[in-house]
């Protein structure tokens, strides 16, 4: 049965500093791997969606990468923002799961000013 | 802006109440989800409806319904609750449910506390 971790539960730093998350899976039997990010009040939205055949994915500042046979991706924030502050979650499509992403618990992240 | 809303944002109600959350995505498409999100645990899949079909039900007790009249509009009935059933209820949609290609868009969810 896949499961998701994510360390550490939360992270803060100062404004301008690079970062990386980490998202760890057992199963490396994925159609793909996802980054969500969670606002106070808000819902979820799609980051970064990476394909099993990929290696990264990258958008404005942020940069996600996938090694499948180790079950690591990183989510790379590059010159962070207070405006970065939130809830980041990864999320994978498992071969077995019948389409249902599995979900690791989120690392919360504060950008001090 | 998400193209997917619900309502109500916040609700508090006894364990003896019926209510009903409700949800609708303006984005045309053929799938929809119902989560639960507890503090510091990872999202938990509750049911998905494909083309208005329930596809999954992942064994939610039956004091939690699912209604889903069209692929815009899906509904959780709630009667009889537990307060370790207060939680956050995020709704979710996607082009269809067994896609690999496509990412689900996620409403604000509904804060739900059971007195």
């Known amino acids: 049965k896949q499961e998701v971790t994510q360390i550490p539960a939360a992270l803060s730093v100062p404004e301008g500093e690079n970062l990386v998350l980490n998202c760890s899976f057992t199963d490396s039997a994925i159609y793909n791997l996802q980054w969500f990010r969670q606002d106070p009040g808000k819902g979820l939205t799609s980051l970064l969606l990476?394909?099993?055949s990929q290696r990264e994915q990258t958008s404005g500042r942020l940069n996600a990468s996938l090694d499948k046979s180790s079950g690591r991706s990183t989510l790379y924030i590059a010159a962070s923002q207070p405006g970065d502050s939130a809830t980041y979650l990864c999320?994978?499509?498992?071969?077995?799961?019948?389409?249902?992403?599995?979900w690791g618990a989120g690392t919360k992240l504060i950008i001090k000013p | 802006e998400t193209g997917v809303t619900q309502t109500p944002r916040h609700l508090v109600m006894g364990m003896t109440n019926k209510k009903s959350l409700k949800c609708e995505q303006h984005l045309g498409h053929n799938a929809m989800y119902w989560y639960k999100q507890s503090a510091k645990k990872p999202l938990e899949l509750m049911f998905v409806y494909n083309f208005k079909e329930q596809t999954e039900n992942n064994s939610v007790p039956s004091r939690f319904s699912p209604e889903c009249p069209n692929s815009s509009h899906l509904f959780l009935h709630l009667h009889t609750l537990q307060p370790e059933d207060s939680a956050l209820y995020l709704c979710?949609?996607?082009?269809?449910?067994?896609?690999?290609?496509?990412?689900?868009?996620f409403g604000p969810g509904t804060r739900l506390l059971v007195l």
């Open positions: 979710a949609s996607s082009a269809t449910a067994r896609t690999i290609q496509e990412t689900q868009y």
């Open positions: 999320a994978v499509l498992t071969m077995d799961s019948n389409y249902q992403l599995i």
């Open positions: 990476i394909q099993s």
